[in-house]
């Protein structure tokens, strides 16, 4: 069974940071795919980062960030702790979202198709 599990959310004003991390405790974590996605209230979850395992690219690249953060967001593993995080940068209003992290076999694409999901970790950007 592969259960990400999140941390690191919190309360952060506009322009500040912070860092998720996902821990992903399985022996087979340098076989999965995994991303970062968002749902803000009444709205539709979306896919923020995705880091594809270390043989396989998307269009040329170990990772993909959604333009909306691409400039603000950094996603990256560290295999020897079966770990995956989101740096995240100048937050704004509009980042306020529960933040989850995913897990699947294949590389990233836009689609929502990870099969294991965590619970989740709050973001909530306010001054």
């Known amino acids: 069974q592969v259960q990400p599990v999140e941390s690191g959310g919190g309360l952060v004003q506009p322009g500040g940071s912070l860092k998720l991390s996902c821990v992903t405790p399985?022996?087979?974590?340098?076989?999965?795919?995994i991303a970062w996605f968002r749902q803000a209230p009444g709205k539709e979850r979306e896919r923020v980062a995705c880091?594809?395992?270390?043989?396989?690219?998307?269009?040329?690249?170990?990772?993909v960030l959604a333009d909306s953060v691409k400039d603000r967001f950094t996603i990256s593993r560290d295999y020897a702790e079966n770990t995956v995080s989101l740096q995240m940068n100048n937050l704004k209003y509009e980042d306020t979202a529960v933040y989850y992290c995913?897990?699947?076999?294949?590389?990233?694409?836009?689609?929502?198709?990870?099969?294991?999901w965590g619970q989740g970790t709050q973001v909530t950007v306010s001054s």
């Open positions: 995913a897990a699947k076999i294949g590389v990233c694409h836009g689609g929502l198709d990870f099969d294991y």
């Open positions: 880091a594809n395992k270390a043989d396989e690219t998307t269009d040329g690249s170990s990772t």
């Open positions: 399985t022996r087979f974590f340098e076989y999965y795919t």
